[in-house]
C-alpha cells in the first residue's frame, strides 16, 4: 500500500482528504480503505460532477422545443378499439417463442416505506399476504400458461432483476428461501448496479466514516452500464428478441404484457413507453413527448402552467402522457445503447442528506441537505430510438405504485392494496359474479365515496390510509388463476359472493369437489 503516491493521485483531484485519518485505522481498514479507493476512478467520478453541477441551479424550461407524441405512434387501451386483441395475440405468440423477458429495477431500499430490507419483499396487507414479489413472479407463471392456451407454444419468460449493494443479498436469499415462487431458478438473473461516490457541494467526495467512501446507487439509468457482456449474453443466448422493463413498486404491473409488447412489435418500434393520462394539469409526474424532435421525459417543473393546461379540441390536456417508468426495449437497441450510447447519457443531480465525518473524525448525521448523489435515469435512452411508441393504459388498471409508509397521504400500503382489491373486484363483476353483504344485499358496482374522504384543490379524492371506506369489497384474484381478468367467467359467472373473496386454484378445486 503507497500511500503517499496515492494522495499525489488525488491531489491532482482536489480529493486527497480522503486520506485525512488513514493514521487512525488499523492495518485491515487501511487496506479497505486503500482498495475502496484505487477501484474508484476518482478522474471520472469528478468529471461526472463537473458535467452534473453545471446546470444545477438553472431551471430551463422547454415549453417551445415541446411537441406532443404523433397520433400514429400512439395507442391507448380505451381508444384503439379491436385492434388490441390481435396486439395480445401478436404478444402471446413472442411469449410462446421464448422471445420475450422482463427486466426489474430492484435497486431501492424500502426506506420511505420505514422499513430495512428490499421494497419487493413488502406485504401491503392483502389477504394472501403475498409481497411484491410473489405477485410479480406469479404473473409471470400465468402469462406463460395463457400464452399456452392461447398459441399452444410453450415458451419461457426470463427474469432479469437488477438489484444494488443494499439490496443484492438480502433479494438472492428472499427468493432461495421461497423456492423462486415456482419458477425455475435458472430462469432468473440477478445483477448488480453499480454505486457512485457521494458529493459535497463543492465537490468533494463524502466519506461515511474515518475508512470508506460514502456511495449511492447510480439510479436506475445505472441499468445499461449493469447490464454489460455477461447479462446481455445471456439474452442473446436465450434468444430474446423484446424486454420489457418496470419498477419494482408498482403492485399493479403486468408482466410482459402481451398487449403492450404486441402494439410495440406491430409499429415495428425498437423502443416504447406505457404512460397513463395526468390527473390534472399540475400533477407532478413527467411527460413523455418530443423536444427538438427527440424523445423524452420532461419532469413537469420544467414545463410552465400554460403550457401544462394546454388542452385538445376533446379538451384532453395535449402534454397527458404521465410516465410509469414501464418500458419496451428491442434486444438490438439494447445493446446498442450499451454499447455505444450510454457514456452519452448525463447524470442528474439529488441534493441529499448525506451522513459524512467531520474534521474531527465524528459521523455528522445532517438535519438538512448537504451533499448530492449522482444518478442516471432508464427513460433517458429514449433520444436514441429512431421508431419511438407509446402506449396508453388506465391508470385504476395499471399503475399504483408503493413508495411512502402509511404516514402519507398517497402511494402508501393502503392506497396500493384498494388499488389492486378494487381492480380484482372489478374483474368478477366483469366475469359474470357479484357481491352481497351479509343480508343478501347486492353491493353497488360503483361504491359510494366515503364521506371521510377529502378532495384535493383539482377536485380529485384523497384516500388517506386512515379513511375507512365501508363499500369496499374485500377481494384478491390470485395471478395463477387470471392474469388480467381472464378465463374467471366459468368460475364466478351467475355466482354471489361475499366479502372477503380470496380466489386461489385450491378455492376453485375445493368449489369444484363439492359441486361433484
Known amino acids: 500500500m503507497d ?59 422547454v415549453d417551445d422545443k415541446m411537441e406532443p407524441i404523433p397520433t400514429e405512434m400512439f395507442g391507448s387501451v380505451t381508444r ?16 410462446g417463442k421464448s422471445k420475450v423477458c422482463v427486466l426489474l429495477l430492484a435497486g431501492g431500499q424500502g426506506t420511505r416505506l420505514g422499513v430495512n430490507y428490499p421494497k419487493g419483499m413488502y406485504n401491503v396487507g392483502l389477504p394472501s399476504g403475498k409481497p411484491l414479489y410473489h405477485l410479480q413472479a406469479e404473473r409471470i407463471l400465468r402469462l406463460q400458461r395463457y400464452a399456452k ?20 443479498e438480502p433479494t438472492e436469499e428472499y427468493f432461495a428461501s ?11 438473473v440477478f445483477f448488480e448496479q453499480n454505486m457512485l461516490p457521494c458529493m459535497s457541494f463543492d465537490g468533494k467526495i463524502i466519506m461515511s466514516n474515518k475508512g470508506k467512501i460514502a456511495r449511492a446507487p447510480d439510479g436506475n439509468g445505472g441499468l445499461y452500464r449493469a447490464l454489460g457482456e455477461k447479462v446481455l449474453g445471456d439474452m442473446e443466448r436465450r434468444g430474446i428478441q423484446y424486454i420489457h422493463v418496470y419498477c419494482v413498486d408498482n403492485i399493479l404491473v403486468k408482466m410482459a404484457d402481451p398487449t403492450f409488447i404486441g402494439f410495440c412489435i406491430s409499429k415495428g418500434a425498437n423502443c ?17 413527448c418530443r423536444v427538438d424532435g427527440k424523445y423524452q421525459v420532461v419532469e413537469y417543473s420544467e414545463i410552465t402552467l400554460r403550457t401544462a393546461e394546454k388542452r385538445n379540441e376533446d379538451g384532453r390536456l395535449v402534454f397527458s402522457a404521465g410516465n410509469i417508468c414501464n418500458h419496451f426495449f ?15 447519457l448525463k447524470h442528474h443531480v439529488a441534493k441529499k442528506k448525506i451522513p459524512y465525518v467531520n474534521e474531527q473524525g465524528n459521523i455528522i448525521t445532517p438535519e438538512k441537505p448537504n451533499g448530492i448523489k449522482m444518478e442516471k435515469f432508464v427513460f433517458d435512452v429514449f433520444e436514441f430510438s429512431n421508431n419511438f411508441v407509446v402506449f396508453e393504459v388506465l391508470r385504476e388498471d395499471e399503475f399504483s405504485p408503493l413508495k411512502n409508509s402509511d404516514k402519507a397521504e398517497k402511494d402508501n400500503p393502503t392506497t396500493a392494496k384498494h388499488a389492486l382489491m378494487s381492480l380484482h373486484h372489478r374483474w368478477v363483476l366483469n366475469a359474470g359474479g357479484s357481491f352481497v353483504d351479509k343480508n343478501d344485499s347486492l353491493i353497488p358496482a360503483i361504491p359510494r365515496k366515503p364521506k371521510t374522504m377529502a378532495s384535493d384543490k383539482n ?12 363499500s369496499l369489497v374485500i377481494c384478491e384474484v390470485s395471478p395463477l388463476v387470471s392474469y388480467a381478468g381472464e378465463g374467471l367467467e366459468e368460475v364466478v359467472s351467475n355466482k354471489r359472493f361475499q366479502s372477503p373473496l380470496l380466489l386461489t386454484e385450491k378455492y376453485i378445486k375445493d368449489k369444484e369437489m363439492q359441486i361433484k
Open 80 to 95: 384503439s378499439g379491436k385492434i388490441l386483441k390481435q396486439w395480445e395475440k401478436t404478444g402471446l405468440e413472442a411469449v
Open 3 to 61: 500511500f503517499e503516491s496515492l494522495r499525489k493521485k488525488l491531489a491532482e483531484h482536489n480529493q486527497e482528504h480522503l486520506l485525512d485519518f488513514v493514521n487512525d485505522l488499523d492495518e485491515k481498514s487501511k487496506q479497505v480503505l486503500y482498495n475502496d479507493i484505487t477501484n474508484t476512478n476518482i478522474a471520472e467520478v469528478v468529471r461526472f460532477f463537473n458535467a452534473a453541477t453545471a446546470s444545477m441551479d438553472t431551471q430551463t424550461k
Open 330 to 344: 428491442t434486444f438490438d437497441f439494447l445493446k446498442e445503447v450499451v454499447n455505444e450510447n450510454e457514456p452519452f
Open 459 to 470: 377536485g380529485n379524492d384523497r384516500r388517506s390510509a386512515n379513511d375507512v371506506d365501508h
Open 272 to 288: 416504447g413507453a406505457k404512460v397513463v393520462e395526468k390527473s390534472y394539469p399540475t400533477e407532478p409526474v413527467g411527460v413523455v
Open 149 to 168: 392456451e392461447e398459441t399452444g407454444l410453450s415458451g419461457t419468460i426470463p427474469w432479469y432483476i437488477m438489484t444494488s449493494e443494499h439490496t443484492q
Open 178 to 188: 421461497r423456492n423462486f415462487f415456482g419458477l425455475q431458478k435458472e430462469d432468473i
